[in-house]
């Protein structure tokens, strides 16, 4: 369940900066607010999310696989870049090409088009 990693991803967050201020309020206030919160807090799960694969479900395209990598940043401690991929002549590659296109054809309106406020 989706919840379940969330709750270790943030375990595992509170782990490496335990003195963070913000991470701790919103702990509290999960805590406080949510009983599922707190049952899966509880459970003290840690989770590392290195690499693996991901669905999604994007409204123009359906259905995506995509592969990810977790890159830690050398010059940023605890700050990772999440690289996603589509293998190579699936359908999923296929849905981001036809994505691409869309997105690039689907442009918001240019300056001179924008509404001006008075």
Known sequence: MFADVAVALLRTEAGRNPYDKDLHDLVGELSTRSEEFRIRWGAHNVRHHG???????????????????????????????????????SASEESLRLLASWA??????????QPTTS
């Open 51 to 89: 690499t693996g694969t991901k669905r999604f479900h994007h409204d123009v395209v359906g259905e995506l696989t995509l592969a990810f990598e977790g890159l830690e940043m050398a010059a940023e401690p605890g700050l990772t870049l999440t690289v996603y991929a589509a293998e190579p002549g």
């Open 104 to 113: 690039a054809t689907h442009e918001g309106p240019s300056p001179a088009q």
